[in-house]
């Protein structure tokens, strides 16, 4: 038996690395992204390329999107030549992009309609947990279409979550991007006042990672901080979307996220003064410009 034709649409920071994995797995790849970089270093790797969506789902048996937001979503499915336009009965569809909840179900209901089952699968891990297959996958939809999807998310993550239904993956990832928006928060004011106290925030670092305080945002993005290394594995403008995605989840839900949106307005005024492309360790120099001192410097 054949292995079946993967699609994929979206090729940015996250993307690219995920589609070059199911090409090294020996999965037949269809490809297609809005810049043309990506496209022609995995087509010449052995990707076909596809000129839209439509097409993408024409020639896939399984459709993966990684996409930045809800409206590229959306219009990547339901656009003149999206994906609805071209996708066949019985096609999986799986969306990694990290968008609303509320947008995920209306999808999915449109794919039922056409036969197919549709995942949401957003990932965490970033642009390093891309490049290494190491990323935590949350998943929602059926069983039957996870276990469908399973390979796949086996060539591209390591710890594999079927969360629940249609959107639990959304959720779940809208809970790790208040955890880790908040711990790179924390771990900002941290190092920035120990630096202001007159201490060495590295050995601050250091003795903390001992302690309960320790985490892999303190770990990763502490040493970033530390090095001034802001070269975007996810972008602040990226978080800051998610954040807001949580809090409009949250009041749905009647849930109050008082810290999410503190958090969110830090990195709305980090995205307002030209900064929304750093890294989101880059959240330090926000607490940095308050406080009058920079982590590097004397």
């Known amino acids: 038996m054949s292995s079946p034709v ?4 979206g090729l940015g920071i996250m993307g690219k690395p995920m589609a070059r994995h199911l090409l090294k797995a020996g999965c037949p790849l269809v490809i297609h992204n809005r810049s043309r970089a990506a496209v022609d270093e995995l087509a010449k790797e052995g990707a076909q390329v596809a000129g839209t969506s439509q097409e993408v ?12 937001d809800s409206p590229d979503v959306e219009l990547v499915y339901a656009g003149e030549q999206g994906i609805f336009a071209g996708v066949k009965q ?3 569809l799986i969306d990694m992009s990290s968008i609303s909840p509320v947008v ?4 999915t209901l449109e794919a039922e309609k056409r036969g197919c089952d549709m995942l949401d699968a957003p990932v965490s891990g970033g642009e390093a947990g891309a490049i290494s297959a190491s990323l935590s996958i949350m998943i929602g939809g ?12 086996q060539a591209l993550g390591k710890n594999i979550v079927h969360v629940g239904d249609a959107g639990a993956g959304q959720v779940a990832k809208a809970a790790n991007q208040i955890v880790v928006g908040i ?4 771990v900002s004011e941290a190092l920035v006042l120990a630096k202001k106290a007159g201490v060495d925030p590295a050995k601050v670092r250091q003795v903390l990672l001992g302690g309960f305080a320790q985490s892999k945002i303190l770990d990763a993005h502490g040493q970033k901080m530390l090095e001034r290394n802001f070269k975007p594995g996810f972008r602040i ?3 800051e979307k998610d954040l807001k995605i949580a809090l409009a989840t949250g009041s749905e839900y009647g849930v109050p996220l008082f810290v999410t949106g503190l958090v969110a307005q830090m990195m709305a005024a980090m995205k307002s003064t030209g900064r929304g ?16 001192i920079e982590l590097g410097r004397q």
């Open 57 to 68: 789902a024409a020639r896939s048996d399984i459709v993966i999107t990684m996409l930045p």
């Open 6 to 9: 993967i699609g994929f649409i």
């Open 104 to 107: 995920t179900r209306r999808l």
């Open 90 to 92: 019985g096609t999986l």
């Open 237 to 239: 403008r990226l978080h």
């Open 277 to 292: 492309d750093l890294d989101h360790s880059g959240l330090v120099t926000f607490v940095e410009e308050m406080a009058k």
């Open 142 to 153: 059926k069983d039957a279409a996870v276990e469908r999807a399973m390979p796949i998310f």
């Open 183 to 186: 711990t790179i928060a924390a």
